[in-house]
């Protein structure tokens, strides 16, 4: 059966679900085709690709230096 | 050097991403044969972090007796007990804070009072939850209500309802992200660069980012710290990420970091 065409709209609309797993094999199937053949959504599905692994790389964010040693001691009961 | 830097448990990428040429996520290695040479000690160490947070996989029963034995060593007076039990969510539980508060200052004033709060009723944590999305839920809740003692927040936050907009979404423009940017964050620039952008997003959106995109926690741990449902968690998130992208696509390629226009790299 020939895969059901998806809009541009459609798929903005569920790419961040895409990136997470968090749709159904029939849907990821249709993006999937669209894909092939849309350089726009795929733009938009390389930035957000991008941003989800930037966010979670670990040198995006630092905790202030010190900031353990000054909790120990607040959990010690030090002022 | 802490005993976890050591190896790297993350058991699966992230879903929908690519993998570099090279690693391989699958199964337990140690650091020195697992990181590939051009992935800095620091990302590696933080996958493992994030790999405590991630309810999808199954959860280490070694970890929770210990945090069990833990818990129980503090309940029975042992108060440096406690200091070994949060030490795997320090981060998190700042970078929890940071999410609402923006400022490190607030942030880690805010860290420090909810450790307390939480080391003070350790006797009633049920275990329910995982002891992290405890602490979590802790640090979010004593954040908001410093937000609501700082009279300067009452605008911002009445701004907040407005600028939650979950309606359809348009991309600005389809600037072409060559798929290079994690050696992009070597550079203290692009670092400022994404987290004024991550500061800029209104706090409905920038919370569940961080918790889902920085801390790499689950939607069910996400929606039991924020208190919102599923839809509105993966609602915001999408956004938020979206959001992210009209504002640094094109600054990954260039402008924002070499005062350069944007320049599209497909002919399209």
């Known amino acids: 059966m020939a895969t059901i065409e998806i809009s541009c709209f459609e798929v903005w609309r569920e790419i961040s679900n895409y990136l997470d797993e968090e749709i159904s094999p029939e849907m990821r199937e249709r993006m999937e085709a669209h894909f092939k053949t849309c350089a726009h959504c ?3 599905l390389d930035g957000t690709r991008n941003v989800v692994g930037l966010v979670g790389d670990g040198r995006l964010f630092q905790m202030p230096e010190g900031f353990n040693k000054r909790l120990y001691k607040k959990i010690q ?3 | 050097m802490h005993c976890w830097a050591l190896i790297e448990l993350e058991r699966v990428p992230r879903p929908g991403f690519r993998l570099r040429e090279g690693a391989a996520y699958s199964q337990p290695r140690p650091l020195l044969s697992l990181r590939p040479s051009n992935v800095p000690i620091a990302r590696v160490a933080n996958r493992f972090l994030r790999s405590f947070m991630n309810t999808d996989m199954p959860a280490n029963p070694q970890l929770r007796t210990n945090e069990a034995e833990l818990i129980k060593s503090v309940c029975d007076g042992k108060r440096e007990a406690f200091y070994e039990l949060l030490q795997p969510y320090e981060r998190m539980v700042y970078a929890t804070a940071m999410s609402v508060v923006k400022n490190p200052a607030d942030a880690e004033e805010v860290a420090q009072e909810a450790v307390l ?7 009633n944590f049920r275990a329910e939850s995982k002891f992290s999305t405890w ?3 802790i640090t979010y809740n004593e954040a908001k209500m410093k937000l609501r003692k700082a009279r300067s927040h009452l605008y ?3 701004d907040d309802q407005q600028q939650t907009d979950e309606g359809d979404y348009y991309p ?3 600037a072409d992200w060559r798929p290079i940017p994690c050696e992009l964050l070597e550079e203290s620039e ?4 994404i987290q004024n952008a991550i500061a800029s997003l209104s706090p409905c959106y920038r919370e569940v980012l961080i918790l889902r995109d920085l801390q790499n926690l689950s939607i069910k741990e996400t929606m039991t710290i924020l208190g919102l449902s599923k839809a509105t968690v993966k609602t915001r998130l999408h956004r938020a990420r979206l959001l992210l992208r009209d504002s640094l696509a094109p600054g990954i ?3 924002w970091i070499k005062g350069q226009d944007y320049r599209k790299v497909r002919s399209w």
């Open chain 2, 135 to 137: 602490m979590l839920q």
């Open chain 2, 253 to 255: 390629d260039g402008s």
């Open chain 2, 172 to 174: 600005k423009d389809f």
């Open chain 2, 156 to 158: 911002e936050s009445l």
């Open chain 2, 190 to 193: 692009t670092r400022q660069a």
């Open chain 1, 42 to 44: 795929n733009a938009v």
């Open chain 2, 117 to 123: 709060k939480a080391f003070a009723n350790l006797a």
């Open chain 1, 77 to 79: 009961g030090d002022p």
